[in-house]
Structure formats: C-alpha cells, structure tokens
C-alpha cells in the first residue's frame, strides 16, 4: 500500500496544525509554506476536512484554519479514510466478490492480514502522538546543531 501526495500532505498539514492548537486560526498560505505543499493544492485538500468537521474554517482578512476537535480526538484512521478511502493492498480483501477464489487464495489472506496491521497502527494514532513524535524529533536535531557549533568552535 502506498498513500497518495493527498494522504501525505492531508497528514502533513493536520499535523501543523496540531502544533498550533490552542494559537487561534493560521492561514492556510503559513501551512503550506512550513509543509511545502503547494497553497492551491492545501486548498483543495482541506475541504473534505472541513466537510467531515475535523476542520473548521474562516474567510476574510484574519482568517485561517484551526483543527476543530482536540488533536487527541482525532485518529489517523479517520483522516487516512477520508483522504484516501481503503488501505486494502488489493480490492478482494475488502470487496470479496472481485474474486470469486478469495476464500481459497492464500495470499488473500496476508493480504487481509496487512490491511489489519495497517489498520491498526492507524486507529491507535492520534494527531496527538504526531504531535509528540515531532516534538522529540526537533529537540534531537537542535541538539544534533549544538554539538556540531561546539565541535566546529572547539576546531577554531
């Protein structure tokens, strides 16, 4: 299974503002700049985010975005469903009658078994636990930074 620019940049973007939660509404333009995404693509990609209320949206000059829900509300499995639909590796685990054989294939059966495991993983993930991946991963790279501007003052 491979996620879409869609799932990728959809998770991306939620995370964002996850980070921001509790800061008021951030443009739409300041999440596509930190993230990278092209602003018309973000903007197509928020609204079935906005539809599905996870999130909320104002127009006009001070306008933005901000997640609706908690960040600990809000699973990867909803958002992933949303933007991609099924994670299925192949369309028989979730539509047995594309293939009559299903129940006697058995490598459908790994592949129902993939699908669980991905499942899963997302349905225990919250925009919450990005948040916290994050977070450690900045703090390891600020660290990373100090110690080459000390290595390279102590060459000096």
């Known amino acids: 299974m491979k ?23 951030v443009p739409l333009k300041d999440v596509a700049r930190r993230q990278e995404i092209p602003l018309p693509y973000l903007e197509h990609l928020i609204a079935p985010l906005i539809a599905a209320g996870i999130i909320k949206s104002t127009r006009g000059p001070r306008g933005g975005v901000s997640l609706f829900k908690h960040p600990e509300e809000i699973k990867l499995s909803e958002v992933i469903q949303l933007l991609e639909g099924s994670i299925a590796p192949v369309e028989c685990v979730d539509n047995p009658k594309s293939y009559p054989c299903s129940n006697l294939c058995a490598p459908h059966d790994i592949w129902g078994e993939v699908k669980k ?35 390279l003052r102590l060459t000096k």
């Open 3 to 25: 996620l879409s620019a869609k799932g990728r940049y959809g998770t991306r973007a939620l995370l964002d503002l996850a980070l921001h939660w509790g800061e008021g509404l």
């Open 117 to 151: 495991a991905i499942d899963g993983v997302l349905e225990s993930t919250t925009l919450q636990d990005l948040v916290e991946r994050q977070t450690r991963k900045e703090a390891t790279a600020r660290c990373k930074v100090r110690e080459v501007v000390y290595r």
